[in-house]
């Protein structure tokens, strides 16, 4: 059986119509061979989302956008397809959003929620809107802002209480405070100005001092050099003999005093007994006596042998009167 040309022309138009179709659904994402599993969302605005572009969770493409479409006739939101290239559980709290990244096509996110019941093809996700490059940037700003804010804070804190300080006493007592700072300064150029300062004096006479000792340099070294010698004598010295010489010197004379003092010896018994002491002046008394009698009547004890009679006078009874003292030795 024969084939004729048109039959063969539209045989090859029919299949390259569905080639042509099927090409296009493949690249809008649309997988005409294999009926996978399809999700749901629901957005207000989709910016600049388009066809074929990935849904991710975690940052891993999970799917594509399939189709998208109105809701209703007034657009009060567009209904997006999501088909799922893998077999994954999504909790049925989970919620979609779109990223608009700076760079590169929007994409859908899933965060997934903590349910335990996951969604089944034909459910619809839980959707919110992302403030996308913007809400991106406020987050990262909002950390320094808060740093920023409270810096400023601090500062402002710090300028009212130094208001707070700067009262008009407060700035009585800085001006008073730096007029006297004033004063001290042109005290001290005063006193650091001129050769005739009080300073300058002091280092004149500071520097006549150190010529005079340069001057005296070799007398002042033979002083230092007698000081030396006198004292490398002192240490030749045995000067703990002398000191147990002394100490010995010392310790005999206080037994010689301990002796005198003490009642047993023969000087302390003269010094302590006040009999003995009356008996011995009443002998000196009577020897006193006696020796003025021989002198007053020598005629008493030498008559009979000299002139040839006899005293006929008493004795003394107390020490003759003296016209003159005997003289005292030195």
Request: hydrophobic share 35%; no cysteine; charged share 25%.
């Amino acid at each position: 059986m024969k084939i004729s040309n048109e039959t063969k022309v539209g045989i090859l138009t029919v299949v390259a119509i569905t080639l042509l179709i099927i090409g296009f659904n493949f690249l809008k994402g649309k997988d005409v061979f294999n009926k996978r599993k399809k999700i749901y969302a629901i957005f207000s605005d989709l910016g600049s989302l388009q066809k074929s572009n990935d849904v991710k969770i975690n940052g891993l493409p999970i799917g594509k956008v399939y189709d998208y479409n109105a809701k209703d006739k007034d657009v009060t939101g567009i209904v997006v397809t999501i088909t799922l290239n893998i077999d994954v559980n999504i909790p049925d709290n989970s919620e979609a959003y779109i990223s608009a990244p700076l760079v590169g096509s929007s994409y859908i996110i899933i965060e997934k929620g903590n349910s335990r019941k996951s969604l089944k093809a034909g459910d619809t996700l839980e959707t919110r809107t992302d403030n996308g490059l913007l809400g991106d940037m406020k987050a990262q700003l909002n950390p320094t802002l808060m740093k920023v804010r409270s810096a400023i804070d601090s500062i402002t804190s710090v300028f009212k209480n130094i208001n707070k300080l700067l009262n008009s006493d407060t700035k009585d007592n800085l001006q008073h405070t730096i007029a006297n700072l004033n004063d001290a300064s042109n005290s001290l150029k005063i006193l650091l100005g001129s050769e005739t300062s009080p300073l300058m004096k002091s280092l004149n006479n500071f520097n006549s001092i150190s010529e005079n000792i340069k001057k005296n340099n070799d007398s002042i070294t033979a002083v230092i050099s007698n000081a030396k010698k006198l004292t490398e004598k002192l240490s030749n010295l045995d000067l703990q003999q002398t000191i147990d010489s002394v100490h010995s010197v010392l310790t005999t004379l206080k037994a010689t005093l301990n002796k005198i003092t003490s009642k047993d010896g023969t000087i302390g018994a003269l010094i302590n007994n006040k009999e003995l002491y009356n008996k011995l002046n009443e002998a000196v008394l009577s020897a006193e006596i006696l020796m003025d009698d021989i002198r007053v009547h020598p005629k008493r004890y030498l008559g009979n042998m000299i002139f040839n009679r006899k005293d006929r006078t008493g004795p003394l009874t107390s020490p003759a009167i003296k016209d003159t003292l005997p003289s005292k030795s030195n």
